[in-house]
């Protein structure tokens, strides 16, 4: 399975951007970058995801480096309903079709008033 | 558009019982995924089911079992639970078109193996 790392927990405030960052070096041609958050007693929510170019929706931003070795999702305006574990993921497809996400660790973002 | 509901959403079992968790899919997805989740990890892939047959499967043991319905709602079953089985448990559905689509998961059933 494609790996990624991110960094076990981020700080920000109310109001300002946030960039979390996420390293993928295995990642391959064919790979797609998911990114999911899960907030308190939730299930997983889907963010974004993008292959090559960056990708810009209602949540959020998705950078992407030209190596694709590297990611970054940008909350433009972080708000206290930001504040969840964010999953930075590299879908992964089985010999029989199967699409699975394989979750890390995570980054927990806190976001002080 | 109904999301994806689970239940029940928390249960309590003693070690060697069995247990069934059902998930109900959303509209039009023919696909359903259920994923464990341990206190402080990520989920973990445990298996995904199309069109009532298992496609494809994490690393865990035959005693985690699941069906499909035709109506696309699922059942996870677990046997000879163990202490260790004690975790979140996630579903996911999704549609089989296109190739980037997205999973979406329901609130989970907290599973305490005692």
């Known amino acids: 399975d494609a790996k990624t790392t991110q960094p076990n927990s981020m700080e920000s405030n109310e109001e300002e951007p946030v960039h979390l960052p996420c390293n993928h070096s295995t990642i391959s041609g064919t790979d797609y970058i998911h990114w999911y958050r899960q907030l308190p007693s939730q299930g997983p929510e889907y963010v974004i995801h993008g292959l090559t170019s960056n990708v810009n929706n209602r949540m959020a931003s998705l950078a992407i480096a030209e190596d694709r070795k590297s990611s970054t999702l940008i909350l433009h305006r972080a708000t206290l309903r930001d504040a969840a574990v964010y999953y930075c993921?590299?879908?992964?497809?089985?010999?029989?079709?199967?699409?699975?996400?394989?979750f890390g660790q995570g980054t927990r973002l806190t976001i002080n008033p | 558009e109904t999301g994806v509901t689970q239940s029940p959403t928390h249960l309590i079992k003693t070690r060697g019982q069995q247990v069934t968790l059902r998930c109900s899919s959303q509209s039009g997805h023919n696909t359903v995924s259920w994923y464990q989740q341990a206190l402080g990890q990520g989920p973990q892939f445990i298996f995904q089911?199309?069109?009532?047959?298992?496609?494809g499967r994490g690393n865990f043991p035959p005693r985690f079992s699941g069906l499909q319905f035709p109506n696309y709602s699922s059942e996870l079953n677990v046997n000879a639970l163990e202490l260790d089985d004690s975790a979140l448990y996630l579903c996911?559905?999704?549609?089989?078109?296109?190739?980037?689509?997205?999973?979406?998961f329901g609130p989970g059933t907290r599973l305490t193996v005692l």
């Open positions: 089911y199309y069109r009532e047959e298992e496609n």
């Open positions: 993921i590299l879908r992964d497809v089985g010999i029989q079709g199967a699409q699975k996400l394989v």
């Open positions: 996911a559905s999704r549609t089989d078109r296109g190739f980037t689509n997205t999973q979406y």
